[in-house]
């Protein structure tokens, strides 16, 4: 649909770019009307461009190619399973096989287009083929946006557990286009919130004001406090990795929740939405953290207070504890067995607690079981 130059005009004014800082850094524009800004990302001496997206997207993805079409590139769009069946080493190799058949160069791209499953697997493909070639993420889902676009994360799950196999890799840019977000259903967007409550606890209270002042508006995609959020949001994902892009440290604080809340996805099959995971996640890990003195009552308190604004989960089923301490145990955060937790002493203030002892575990996950 046509927009008139004045609207054109208020857009580009609302656009925002947050630069991630480091050894390879890159812009991330957040803003509307932007899938013309990609061509201008990828440069003058890219030819070929691979476009990875879910197959539930090939019509936008039709429109992301014929704009690179027009801009001169030669698009080829590869259609890819959606959420999570994405991240396998056979649709990887799929990719590979696309790469090979048109003959992509080093001097080529690729395009992540889509959530989160989308933009690790194109990371992992872009950083592999020829040992890595250049990389556009366009995150199409909030939780994409936010979270698994920023920061050159890529990877691939195996039965074993989530992103056990996978490198860092910088994209070169990411273009956060908010007008994407439309065609998603309400419920994916909320679940996307998980994430952004987590910078809200982490780094910025603000985030966690907006949502208590008004769910629905901070909740409606079409909103400016919807968009200070994912601004807020990736500043500090873009603050973070810009410090510690390897995890050495400090990157370690956008765990929080990610925990139990990985293992619950794995105990789920991946049919539960990551926010609704982490969002557990939070909670599990605020009880863990008053129990052992360091966190007081209002802070946890808070935390499910906010997560239920938003219609989130914050309790989990007795019965798979277990498996749950057996997955936790793989999670690629532990070092040498040992668990470790990103926990908080106040709102805004992480930290890490190492080897708690199984009885404070226990204890914690049973303020958060169901009924």
């Not at 030819?47 to 429109?63: D, F, N, R, Y």
């Not at 985030?207 to 995609?221: G, K, N």
């Not at 989990?316 to 926990?343: I, P």
Request: net charge negative; with cysteine.
């Amino acid at each position: 649909h046509s927009r008139n130059p004045q609207e054109i005009r208020q857009i580009m004014s609302a656009t925002k770019v947050i630069q991630v800082k480091g050894v390879d850094p890159y812009d991330i524009t957040i803003g509307r009307a932007l899938l013309g800004e990609v061509g201008k990302a990828l440069g003058s001496g890219v030819k070929k461009v691979l476009v990875i997206h879910p197959v539930g997207l090939t019509a936008s993805a039709e429109l992301l190619k014929s704009t690179l079409d027009d801009q001169g590139y030669e698009a080829i769009l590869a259609g890819v399973p959606d959420s999570e069946d994405a991240k396998r080493v056979e649709v990887a190799a799929f990719c590979w096989g696309v790469l090979g058949q048109a003959d992509f160069t080093r001097s080529d791209a690729v395009i992540g287009f889509g959530g989160g499953s989308t933009t690790d697997l194109a990371g992992f493909v872009a950083a592999t083929w020829l040992r890595g070639v250049k990389l556009i993420q366009v995150p199409t889902t909030l939780l994409a946006m936010v979270d698994a676009a920023i920061g050159g994360k890529t990877g691939i799950n195996t039965a074993e557990g989530k992103n056990l196999v996978g490198c860092f890799y910088a994209p070169s840019a990411v273009i956060i286009d908010l007008d994407t977000l439309e065609s998603l259903p309400q419920n994916e967007i909320l679940a996307g919130f998980g994430e952004v409550v987590k910078y809200g606890f982490i780094a910025d209270e603000r985030i966690l004001e907006l949502i208590e002042e008004d769910v629905a508006v901070a909740t409606d995609s079409k909103s400016d406090v919807f968009a200070e959020l994912i601004e807020r949001s990736v500043a500090i994902k873009a603050r973070v990795v810009g410090e510690d892009f390897k995890e050495a440290g400090l990157r370690e604080i956008l765990n929080y929740g990610h925990t139990l809340g990985h293992a619950i996805e794995l105990a789920e099959r991946y049919k539960w939405r990551h926010g609704a995971a982490i969002s557990i996640g939070m909670v599990f890990v605020a009880e863990l953290a008053r129990l052992a003195g360091r966190l007081s009552d209002e802070a946890v308190d808070r935390h499910r207070s906010v997560l239920k604004l938003i219609g989130l989960p914050t309790e989990y089923k007795a019965e798979k504890w277990d498996q749950l301490v057996a997955t936790m145990q793989r999670d690629k955060k532990s070092r040498a067995g040992t668990l470790r937790f990103v926990v908080l002493d106040a709102v805004g203030k992480p930290t890490i607690m190492a080897a708690p002892a199984p009885e404070l575990l226990h204890a914690a996950f049973q303020e958060i079981v169901a009924g």
